[in-house]
């Protein structure tokens, strides 16, 4: 015989009761694969878990997503920490996510694949964005464990190479669940209370994909990226390729060869120093050398006789243009001279003396004026005549003036 | 001259390299050359003080 018949609302409110107040289902964890995984725009994911004999919706709510490690697609096997809810108005349950790891090498090459390419899309690795290691660093930090064999290497190296720069060890998880979010928070502390380090190592030694995973997490890129301090990424070995390398300054492809990388060689530094300084003694000696032998073919005596020679022709040259000079001072004479006399000469020819020599006279009248006009002269009378070798006075006897005048 | 502002080493270095390019080259005076070496060896007082002064210091950080 069937109980009393409830309401719907009943029946879910009933068996919401019992299942949220199991003790198993309250704290479970789940392995299956992800199908399906919507990230909806409130910042949720919604996915659903399944295996070959059946699925399970799962929620997994927006605060909880920063703290997942791993980028989630379809396809990955994952082990869901957390505890089952009923949706009431519904009629279903869902897994409610905390946690979750995955499991098996897989899975964790699609996380890494998965984030590699969303932080490429980015730019998080462009060569753009990286930052040049400085060539002599007066400090360094390395981030990593205290304890591992990496921060020995990096020490023993540094230390046998370089004994100027300072090293600060900046100690952090490097494995496990609380690793990346410890790395982050310590490249964000050093650039922020010391941003006078020149270069960070940030690494650990050899170990499992897992145990790696903390340097493929994008918190640990992220800050990578944000780090106005130059970040050299040396994680594992040759082979092992993680997130943060990509995302680093430069790649180390183990702690030791970042600590090379890291800090230059100060004895070759002081060797080089010292062979640059006697390369310049060098030079100077041989260009003074080269100055000597030029003061060398500059013998005085040689000097004075080119010296000498120079004077005497000048001095030849300025006696031949006095020369020239005078004669064409004498030459100039000459025809002035021959001017001077043509002058005289026509001068000559044209006084009254020679005129009277040719039988021209003048006429004088009584006050001894010159008489030029028959309009000046009367009958009667007495005028000079003045002619060539004298004169003669003489009386006017008879004016016969030219009309025509 | 050089001696108010303290150079790092990286600058020293490269003055130094940059007064012994300009010593090598052929045309230079020996008016030049003296002052290039001059230079010179200032650049490499303070290389080598630099680094003859190394006092390295390692600690480990503790929050």
Same mark, same amino acid.
């Given at each position: 015989?069937?109980? !009393?018949?409830?309401?719907?609302?009943?029946?879910?409110?009933?068996?919401?009761?019992?299942?949220?107040?199991?003790?198993?289902?309250?704290?479970?964890?789940?392995?299956?694969?992800?199908?399906?995984?919507?990230?909806?725009?409130?910042?949720?994911?919604?996915?659903? @878990?399944?295996?070959? &004999?059946?699925?399970? =919706?799962?929620?997994?709510?927006?605060?909880?997503?920063?703290?997942?490690?791993?980028?989630?697609?379809?396809?990955?096997?994952?082990?869901?920490?957390?505890?089952?809810?009923?949706?009431?108005?519904?009629?279903?349950?869902?897994? =409610?996510?905390?946690?979750?790891?995955?499991?098996?090498?897989?899975?964790?090459?699609?996380?890494?694949?998965?984030?590699?390419? #969303?932080?490429?899309?980015?730019?998080?690795?462009?060569?753009?964005?990286?930052?040049?290691?400085?060539?002599?660093?007066?400090?360094?930090?390395?981030?990593?464990?205290?304890?591992?064999?990496?921060?020995?290497?990096?020490?023993?190296?540094?230390?046998?190479?370089?004994?100027?720069?300072?090293?600060?060890?900046?100690?952090?998880?490097?494995? &496990?669940? &609380?690793?990346?979010?410890?790395?982050?928070?310590?490249?964000?502390?050093?650039? #922020?209370?010391?941003?006078?380090?020149?270069?960070?190592?940030?690494?650990?030694?050899?170990?499992?994909?897992?145990?790696?995973?903390?340097? =493929?997490?994008?918190?640990?890129?992220?800050?990578?990226?944000?780090?106005?301090?130059?970040?050299?990424?040396?994680?594992?070995?040759?082979?092992?390729?993680?997130?943060?390398?990509?995302?680093?300054?430069?790649?180390?492809?183990?702690?030791?060869?970042?600590?090379?990388?890291?800090?230059?060689?100060?004895?070759?530094?002081?060797?080089?120093?010292?062979?640059?300084?006697?390369?310049?003694?060098?030079?100077?000696?041989?260009?003074?050398?080269?100055?000597?032998?030029?003061?060398?073919?500059?013998?005085?005596?040689?000097?004075?006789?080119?010296?000498?020679?120079?004077?005497?022709?000048?001095? @030849?040259?300025?006696? =031949?243009?006095?020369?020239?000079?005078?004669?064409?001072?004498?030459? #100039? @004479?000459?025809?002035?001279?021959?001017?001077?006399?043509?002058?005289?000469?026509?001068?000559?020819?044209?006084?009254?003396?020679?005129?009277? !020599? #040719? *039988?021209?006279?003048?006429? !004088?009248?009584?006050?001894?004026?010159?008489?030029?006009?028959?309009?000046?002269?009367?009958?009667?009378?007495?005028?000079?005549?003045?002619?060539? *070798? &004298?004169?003669?006075?003489? !009386?006017?006897?008879?004016?016969?003036?030219?009309?025509?005048? | 001259?050089?001696?108010?502002?303290?150079?790092?080493?990286?600058?020293?270095?490269?003055?130094?390299?940059?007064?012994?390019?300009?010593?090598?080259?052929?045309?230079?005076?020996?008016?030049?050359?003296?002052?290039?070496?001059?230079?010179?060896?200032?650049?490499?007082?303070?290389? /080598?003080?630099?680094?003859?002064?190394?006092?390295?210091?390692?600690?480990?950080? /503790?929050?």
């Amino acid at each position: 015989m069937a109980a !009393k018949p409830v309401k719907v609302s009943q029946l879910n409110s009933y068996i919401r009761r019992v299942l949220q107040t199991d003790p198993l289902l309250r704290n479970i964890s789940v392995t299956g694969e992800i199908s399906n995984i919507k990230y909806h725009d409130s910042g949720h994911v919604y996915f659903t @878990m399944k295996d070959d &004999g059946g699925r399970v =919706n799962c929620f997994l709510p927006r605060d909880v997503l920063p703290h997942i490690r791993y980028e989630l697609t379809d396809g990955m096997e994952i082990v869901a920490y957390g505890y089952i809810s009923v949706y009431e108005r519904g009629g279903y349950y869902s897994l =409610n996510i905390r946690d979750i790891d995955v499991e098996g090498q897989g899975s964790l090459s699609i996380a890494y694949e998965k984030l590699r390419e #969303k932080l490429a899309g980015e730019g998080l690795f462009s060569e753009e964005h990286k930052k040049p290691i400085p060539g002599f660093p007066e400090k360094i930090a390395v981030v990593t464990s205290p304890t591992g064999a990496a921060v020995r290497d990096i020490i023993k190296i540094i230390t046998s190479r370089n004994d100027f720069t300072d090293i600060l060890i900046y100690p952090v998880l490097v494995q &496990g669940p &609380g690793a990346a979010p410890e790395i982050a928070a310590a490249l964000d502390d050093i650039n #922020k209370k010391f941003p006078e380090t020149d270069t960070v190592i940030l690494g650990r030694g050899g170990g499992s994909a897992e145990e790696l995973w903390a340097f =493929n997490e994008e918190i640990v890129a992220r800050s990578i990226f944000d780090s106005a301090i130059p970040v050299i990424s040396a994680v594992g070995h040759e082979t092992d390729f993680t997130i943060a390398d990509f995302a680093a300054d430069a790649r180390a492809e183990t702690p030791s060869a970042a600590a090379v990388m890291a800090v230059p060689d100060t004895s070759e530094l002081k060797t080089y120093v010292k062979s640059v300084a006697e390369g310049m003694n060098d030079i100077l000696l041989s260009h003074i050398r080269r100055g000597e032998e030029a003061l060398g073919y500059l013998d005085p005596s040689a000097f004075c006789r080119t010296v000498t020679g120079k004077t005497d022709i000048m001095s @030849m040259m300025a006696e =031949n243009l006095k020369k020239d000079i005078d004669t064409l001072i004498a030459s #100039k @004479m000459l025809a002035m001279r021959e001017r001077i006399k043509v002058c005289r000469n026509t001068l000559e020819n044209l006084s009254p003396q020679n005129i009277m !020599k #040719k *039988g021209y006279c003048v006429l !004088k009248d009584e006050n001894g004026r010159p008489v030029a006009d028959t309009c000046a002269l009367s009958q009667d009378q007495t005028v000079t005549i003045v002619m060539a *070798g &004298g004169e003669a006075d003489s !009386k006017i006897i008879e004016i016969r003036r030219r009309h025509d005048e | 001259m050089s001696k108010e502002k303290k150079l790092t080493f990286e600058e020293a270095l490269a003055k130094l390299e940059e007064t012994s390019e300009n010593l090598q080259k052929d045309d230079v005076t020996l008016e030049e050359a003296l002052k290039n070496y001059e230079l010179g060896v200032e650049y490499y007082r303070q290389c /080598s003080e630099i680094l003859e002064n190394a006092r390295q210091k390692i600690e480990t950080y /503790s929050r």
